[in-house]
Structures are given as C-alpha cells and as structure tokens.
C-alpha cells in the first residue's frame, strides 16, 4: 500500500504533490469531475519514499491512460489556498507542487479511465490563448505559457482567506 506525502491537522491540510504541464498544439490538458466545479491540473500526491519525477509519470498514466516523458522540471509552487466545496471543504491548504513539462506527443489522443473517490475524471484540452475564461487551477499557468523559459520558476500563490500575508 503507497500512502500519499500529506498530512492533517485539526483544520490544515499539507501536501507534496508532483503536476505535469502538457500542451499540444496549443491546447493545455487539464483534468475536471463531477464534485468540483473547476479544472485542475493532472497529477497527484507523490508517495512516501517515491521521487517527484517518477509520481509525475504515474500520475499522468494513470489519468490520461497514455505514457508521456518529462522534458524538464519546470516550476516549484507553494499554494497556499482555503478548499472550498468538495474533499478539501473547509480546510486551510499548503501544497508544495513541483509542475513538470512533459513532451509533447503530437496529438491529444488520450485513453483516461480515471477515477477519484469514485466519479470518472474527464479531460479537457483547454485552449492556452483563452485560460483565463475558464475556472482552471493553478491560475498561473496562463501567463506562464504565454511566454517562453528555460530556467525553473518559483511561484507562490497565497489565498487571503488563509491568514498568512
């Protein structure tokens, strides 16, 4: 059994989580259910004793169906940020995301038959150039597309609501 690099707190949720970045032709692959009413990226919790690489290309199998390779470590994030709605309801969240840009395939061709807590994730390929016209997460992903970068970035995203300014 593979446990998840996360804790929680009384009212505080931590995670270590590893995300990828694809794009094909322009498009963007973002991840959506039935209990959240916004996208979000793919990837997931890396497990204890697992490196952040290898839990990017498990993550991405095991929502998109397909084997994608990692062209690069791309940005480290710290989300702070109070759930809303669904698993995270109420609980004050610290994510430390490591966002890897995966190669692209030439084609958005998936075969997904995901599943969290026990509704399908469907996948959306959301057009980069229109981003902010959907509610899609993480937010920065728009204006770190629209340019190019070599170097790894860091970003750190703070809700008010969490109470650290």
């Given at each position: 059994?593979?446990?998840?690099?996360?804790?929680?707190?009384?009212?505080?949720?931590?995670?270590?989580?590893?995300?990828?970045i694809i794009v094909e032709n322009g498009y963007a692959l973002f991840a959506g259910n039935a209990m959240e009413d916004y996208?979000?990226?793919?990837?997931?919790?890396?497990?204890?004793?697992?490196?952040?690489?290898?839990?990017?290309?498990?993550?991405v199998f095991e929502e998109t169906g397909v084997h994608y390779e990692i062209d690069r470590l791309a940005v480290v994030h710290e989300n702070?940020?109070?759930?809303?709605?669904?698993?995270?309801?109420?609980?004050?969240?610290?994510?430390?995301?490591?966002?890897?840009?995966?190669?692209?395939?030439?084609t958005r061709e998936l075969n997904s038959n995901s599943h969290v807590f026990g509704v399908k994730?469907?996948?959306?390929?959301?057009?980069?150039?229109?981003?902010?016209?959907?509610?899609a997460f993480p937010t920065f992903l728009q204006g770190y597309l629209s340019s190019p970068h070599e170097e790894i970035v860091h970003i750190v995203t703070k809700e008010s609501c969490f109470g650290v300014d």
């Open positions: 059994m593979s446990f998840d690099c996360s804790f929680k707190k009384e009212n505080m949720r931590f995670r270590y989580r590893a995300a990828a996208y979000y990226s793919i990837g997931g919790g890396v497990y204890m004793g697992e490196t952040a690489e290898d839990a990017v290309v498990r993550e702070f940020f109070y759930g809303e709605g669904g698993t995270l309801d109420g609980l004050h969240c610290h994510e430390i995301e490591f966002y890897f840009l995966m190669k692209p395939r030439g994730e469907e996948m959306h390929w959301l057009p980069v150039k229109d981003l902010h016209k959907y509610k």
